[in-house]
Nanobody
């Protein structure tokens, strides 16, 4: 079992920055593919970024160049640095973990999820 707890969500103005954190406990964090997804009201949960434990990362086109995913295996923590935020980035952001290897942009490939943290970007 893996337990995930997100933090760092807030209300921020357009153009601002936030850093989300996801603290993981349980089995070996360093061997899990970790990802961020987000869900706005009335929409499906969508892929934001993933970090495979084989040192590859990928991003949704909508956040490339603005968001950076990273992990600190010593602290069992996943991060999402979000810069140049836009109102359309407003959503609940979820951390997810998978024992599969590689970049996994689909929700059904992740067995473990956090409870989410709200990010609101005002215009």
């Amino acid at each position: 079992q893996v337990q995930l707890v997100e933090s760092g969500g807030a209300l921020v103005q357009a153009g601002g920055s936030l850093r989300l954190s996801c603290a993981a406990s349980g089995r070996t964090f360093s061997r899990y593919t970790m990802a961020w997804f987000r869900q706005a009201p009335g929409t499906e949960r969508e892929f934001v970024a993933a970090d495979s434990w084989i040192d590859t990362t990928d991003y949704a086109d909508s956040v490339k160049g603005r968001f950076t995913i990273s992990r600190d295996n010593a602290k069992n923590t996943l991060y999402l640095q979000m810069n140049s935020l836009k109102p359309e980035d407003t959503a609940v952001y979820y951390c997810a973990a998978s024992a599969r290897v590689g970049i996994l942009p689909h929700t059904e490939l992740y067995a473990y999820w956090g409870q989410g943290t709200q990010v609101t970007v005002s215009s």
